[in-house]
C-alpha cells in the first residue's frame, strides 16, 4: 500500500511543472502570451500514451522485471528531464523550453502507463480500491508540492534552482522502484501487436456497457485552473488562490 502512495507521488509531481510552473516562468521572462498558450500542446503525450503502451507491454528489459524495468528507464529520464528544463532560458529559446517540456511529458506519461499496470498486477482485487484512494491522495500530494510549493519557492529562488529541486523530489519514486518487488503474475507478456493490441480491445468491447464507459470518459471534461493575465500578484498569493478553488 506505501508502494502505491508513492507511486502516486512520483506521478503526480511532473504534471503541473510543464503546465502552471512553466507558464508563470515564461510570463515573468516575457514570453509572448501566444507562445505560452501554444505550450499546452506539449501535453499531448499524457492524450495519446495509448499508442506506446502496448510497446511497453510487448517488451521487456532485462534488469527489474517486466513493469520495474520499464518503470526504473521512464523515472530516470523524467529525473534529468526536469533538471534540464531548469537549465533553459525561456525568455531567449522558448522552442528548447518546449522541446525539454514535451520530454518531461513524455515520460511521466509513460511511468503513468507503467504504474498503472504494476498497481494492477501487484494489488489482490480486495484491495483495489484502497490502493486506488492511496494512489490518487499521493498524486494529489504531488501536485501540490509541484504548483503551489514550486510557486511558493519561486518567490525566494530562481525558477531555475525551483526546477532542479524538483528533479530531485522524483528520488523517493526511484528507491521505491528498486525496492518494490515485482508483481507475481503467471500470464506472459504478448509476443505480437496482435496480442498487445487488437485482442484486448475486442475483448473490451465484447463487456457490457463498454461504449457507455468509452464515452464517458471522451466527455469527461476536467476544468483548467484560470491563470491570472498579469503577473501582478506575488507567486504564494497565486498558489494559494489556486489551491483554495
Not at 501566444?34 to 503525450?45: N, S
Not at 507478456?189 to 475483448?203: G, H, M, Y
Request: hydrophobic share 55%.
Amino acid at each position: 500500500m506505501l508502494v502505491a502512495l508513492l507511486m502516486g507521488f512520483s506521478c503526480g509531481l511532473p504534471l503541473l511543472l510543464t503546465i502552471t510552473v512553466l507558464q508563470a516562468w515564461m510570463k515573468e521572462e516575457g514570453v509572448d502570451l501566444t507562445v505560452i498558450g501554444m505550450m499546452a500542446l506539449v501535453g499531448l503525450p499524457y492524450t495519446l500514451k495509448f499508442f506506446w503502451a502496448p510497446v511497453l507491454d510487448r517488451f521487456t528489459l532485462p534488469f527489474l522485471g517486466r513493469r520495474r524495468g520499464w518503470l526504473l528507464v521512464a523515472q530516470v529520464a523524467l529525473m534529468f528531464s526536469i533538471s534540464g528544463l531548469g537549465f533553459t532560458d525561456p525568455g531567449e529559446s522558448p522552442w528548447m523550453v518546449a522541446a525539454i517540456a514535451f520530454l518531461v511529458t513524455f515520460f511521466s506519461a509513460s511511468q503513468d502507463i507503467i504504474v498503472d499496470a504494476y498497481r494492477r498486477e501487484d494489488l489482490p482485487d480486495e484491495e483495489l480500491g484502497l490502493g486506488a484512494a492511496l494512489y490518487v491522495n499521493g498524486y494529489r500530494v504531488g501536485m501540490l508540492l509541484a504548483s503551489g510549493g514550486g510557486l511558493i519557492m519561486a518567490d525566494h529562488m530562481p525558477f531555475s534552482t525551483v526546477y532542479q529541486v524538483m528533479a530531485l523530489c522524483m528520488l523517493p519514486g526511484i528507491l521505491t522502484t528498486l525496492l518494490a518487488p515485482e508483481p507475481d503474475i503467471h500470464d506472459r507478456s504478448p509476443k505480437t501487436i496482435k496480442e498487445a493490441v487488437v485482442l484486448p480491445l475486442i475483448e473490451y468491447f465484447k463487456r457490457q456497457g463498454a461504449l457507455w464507459i468509452l464515452a464517458f470518459i471522451f466527455f469527461y471534461i476536467k476544468s483548467a485552473t484560470p491563470w491570472p493575465a498579469p503577473l501582478r500578484f506575488r507567486f504564494i498569493s497565486i498558489s494559494v488562490f489556486q489551491k483554495l478553488r
